[in-house]
Nanobody, 120 residues
Framework: QVQLVESGGGLVQAGGSLRLSCQASGSIFSISAMGWYRQAPGKQRDLVALITSGATTIYADSVKGRFAISRDNAKNTVYLTMDALKPEDTAVYYC??????????????WGQGTQVTVSS
């Protein structure tokens, strides 16, 4: 199995910055995609940003130019740097990893979620 530990959420004023981190551990053979999703109250969970093993990145239109995703393959860690935060960025942010564990095929894994609150 794969465990994901997230950190870096919190309360920030509009225009401020936060950096989320998520480290994967466990019986990992390889990791393909890593990313972040978010879910605001009463809404569905949506993709924020994704980065592949080849470092290709995908961003939601609403965060392009403000958020940056990166990964450290040696540490099995993905980061999300969030600048120019807006109140509408308020949500629970979930780390996502697609990984192959020893003896198993690719599978999706999710973190427990970290709250990001942006005050106006």
């Amino acid at each position: 199995q794969v465990q994901l530990v997230e950190s870096g959420g919190g309360l920030v004023q509009a225009g401020g910055s936060l950096r989320l981190s998520c480290q994967a551990s466990g019986s990992i053979f390889s990791i393909s995609a890593m990313g972040w999703y978010r879910q605001a109250p009463g809404k569905q969970r949506d993709l924020v940003a994704l980065i592949t093993s080849g470092a290709t990145t995908i961003y939601a239109d609403s965060v392009k130019g403000r958020f940056a995703i990166s990964r450290d393959n040696a540490k099995n860690t993905v980061y999300l740097t969030m600048d120019a935060l807006k109140p509408e960025d308020t949500a629970v942010y979930y780390c996502y990893v697609n990984a192959k564990t020893y003896g198993h095929s690719d599978k999706d894994f999710w973190g427990q979620g970290t709250q990001v609150t942006v005050s106006s």
